[in-house]
Nanobody
Framework: QVQLVESGGNLVQPGGSLRLSCTAS????????IAWFRQAPGKEREGVSC????????RYADSVKGRFTISRDNNKKIVHLQMDSLKPEDTAIYYC????????????????WGQGTQVTVSS
């Protein structure tokens, strides 16, 4: 049974940083691509970043390029999303997603999802 648990969400001031974590269990982590999505109130879900098997390929939404960094530790079965220079428009619930595939994607859906963690950027 695939389980994904997000953590690290918090209230932060504009310009601040947060590191989100997605801890996985119940599947062969190395075989899965992992993605981060977010959804703000009244807005559609947006793909933020993803990482393919063995971290050979990473992708970012244009809105977060240069500010967010995704990484994975296959031994610990965890994916981090380092978020720097946060803006109020980054406020959303952030979700971790996973699927058994070679290459990740930011548009469309994934088979498995976590419950989400709230990120609020406000002064």
């Amino acid at each position: 049974q695939v389980q994904l648990v997000e953590s690290g969400g918090n209230l932060v001031q504009p310009g601040g940083s947060l590191r989100l974590s997605c801890t996985a269990s119940g599947f062969t982590f190395d075989d899965y691509v992992i993605a981060w999505f977010r959804q703000a109130p009244g807005k559609e879900r947006e793909g933020v970043s993803c990482i393919s098997r063995g971290d050979s390929d990473t992708r970012y939404a244009d809105s977060v390029k240069g500010r967010f960094t995704i990484s994975r530790d296959n031994n610990k079965k965890i994916v981090h999303l380092q978020m720097d220079s946060l803006k109020p428009e980054d406020t959303a619930i952030y979700y971790c997603a996973a699927e058994n595939a070679q290459w990740c994607w930011l548009r469309g859906s994934y088979d498995n999802w976590g419950q989400g963690t709230q990120v609020t950027v406000s002064s």
